[in-house]
């Protein structure tokens, strides 16, 4: 395969010093026509307009049978399957990368961008493997990846030796697989795939959308952190992937000093449902579901662990007007989502600062694992997420998801919180 594609490959170099550059692939040039499925609904309304619960359930029940009727239009519904298995293929290899470099963290991995949050060798190193494994698994189709790095900081004469340690990580993790055990990438090949990262996104096509290290504060502290991984078509979410190597197998609301087994990987189709299974070759994916909790009081709700990511007085405030009991879980990243979707908790809340926007990458592949397991997310108005604006997500206040019987209750504790704030900072 490699010498049809025009790939550099062990036997054709010897010792592994020569280093070509990624070669530009070929691709169709057919249209491809538009998926069918499901349209998604706003169930909700805006804060301006409050919604009654009852209202809300019948919005809810609606769309259900909307959805229902539109699988009786004759046209295919795309499966996604090998979508899916290139996802997931590409997720574990770069959670294989991520975790050799968690367990031995260097000070001259740890560089600096604009916004001063921490970017390390793995996050680039993992949105290069993702790059090159996808493009290399669907070399059928254009390519288009909407993903949080760049290389330009890479290009630089001071980036030298981070660039080679990258390079060696991502050829070394590529070789532990027997698809690509004879692919080596220069480190200009390395840059090339993490260029390809920099597509807008939009409601036309098809997009992926990569975060390579969601929670990139928890994975230096040896914490959660997620390889995030969604496909949008034609502005929709149709499959997400989430690794998360520290996550345990089993439930964090059972898990005591002893965690046992971690490594999880979710994964979800629009209209086959969420799946987990353990990160380890061989292992079988197992269906999930979101809690069936519907009393708030038996309810616990999941918040970002860093306070400059969401405000946790406002949740706080949320959580005592529902009744919840249980103290918060904090833990970084995309992982929040996955143990809801198993039902870990009942409830996830973000509310970011004033100013701040939400990316896509942040979201797109938890929230399609969340409602194909059941659940619901939406902004702090109810509204459904739009992922087909480009790489940011614009939306009412915040983000909330839980399970259909909880929403009414928790949309009315929000919009009253919210508007309770907004009211006390009128008279500051």
Excluded at 204 to 227: C, E, M, N
Excluded at 310 to 316: G, I, Q, Y
Excluded at 376 to 381: E, G, L, N, Q, W
């Amino acid at each position: 395969m490699a010498a049809r594609l025009g790939l550099t490959t062990v036997s054709s170099l010897g010792p592994r010093k020569a280093l070509l550059p990624l070669p530009v692939r070929l691709r169709s040039l057919l249209s491809v026509p538009a998926p069918r499925y499901p349209s998604h609904r706003h169930f909700y309304t805006s804060l301006s307009s409050p919604i009654s619960p009852l209202q809300l359930v019948k919005n809810l029940s609606q769309s259900q049978v909307a959805m229902s009727a539109s699988g009786s239009d004759p046209s295919p519904i795309p499966t996604y399957e090998k979508e899916l298995a290139a996802a997931k293929k590409a997720a574990s290899l770069a959670a294989r990368l991520c975790q050799s470099v968690q367990a031995e963290i260097l000070q001259s991995d740890v560089q600096s961008k604009a916004d001063k949050s921490p970017v390390t060798v793995a996050d680039y190193g993992s949105q290069a493997i993702v790059s090159f494994v996808l493009d290399m698994e669907l070399s059928s189709g254009p390519f288009s990846m909407v993903a949080e790095e760049d290389s330009e900081d890479l290009r630089k004469d001071s980036s030298k030796e981070i660039l080679s340690r990258i390079t060696d990580l991502v050829n070394d993790t590529l070789s532990t697989d027997p698809s690509f055990c004879n692919v080596i990438l220069s480190e200009e090949g390395i840059l090339s795939a993490i260029e390809k990262g920099t597509s807008e996104g939009g409601s036309s096509g098809r997009h992926w959308v990569l975060d390579p290290i969601d929670g990139t504060k928890g994975f230096l502290r040896g914490d959660q952190y997620a390889i995030a991984l969604a496909l949008l078509d034609e502005g929709k979410v149709v499959l997400g992937v989430l690794a998360c190597p520290n996550l345990p197998l089993a439930s964090i609301q059972h898990t005591t000093q002893n965690v046992g087994e971690s490594g999880c990987l979710f994964s979800a189709i629009v209209g086959n449902g969420a799946w987990m299974q353990s990160l380890d070759e061989g292992s079988s994916p197992t269906k999930i579901q979101v809690t069936s909790t519907a009393d708030p009081v038996d309810a616990s709700f999941f918040e970002s662990f860093e306070a400059a990511h969401s405000l946790h007085d406002l949740t706080s405030n949320i959580a005592k007007k529902l009744g919840v009991k249980a103290p918060p879980v904090r833990i970084d990243s995309q992982a929040k989502y996955g143990a809801l979707a198993r039902g870990d908790g009942a409830i996830y809340l973000r509310f970011p600062h004033k100013g701040y926007r939400e990316k896509i990458w942040d979201h797109a592949a938890g929230y399609i694992v969340v409602t194909e397991a059941g659940g619901v997310v939406t902004d702090a108005a109810g509204n459904d997420l739009d992922f087909s604006k480009g790489r940011y997500l614009d939306l009412d206040t915040g983000i909330m998801a839980t399970n259909k019987k909880l929403m009414p209750s928790l949309l009315v504790a929000v919009q009253e919180s919210i508007k309770e704030q907004q009211q006390s900072a009128s008279l500051l």
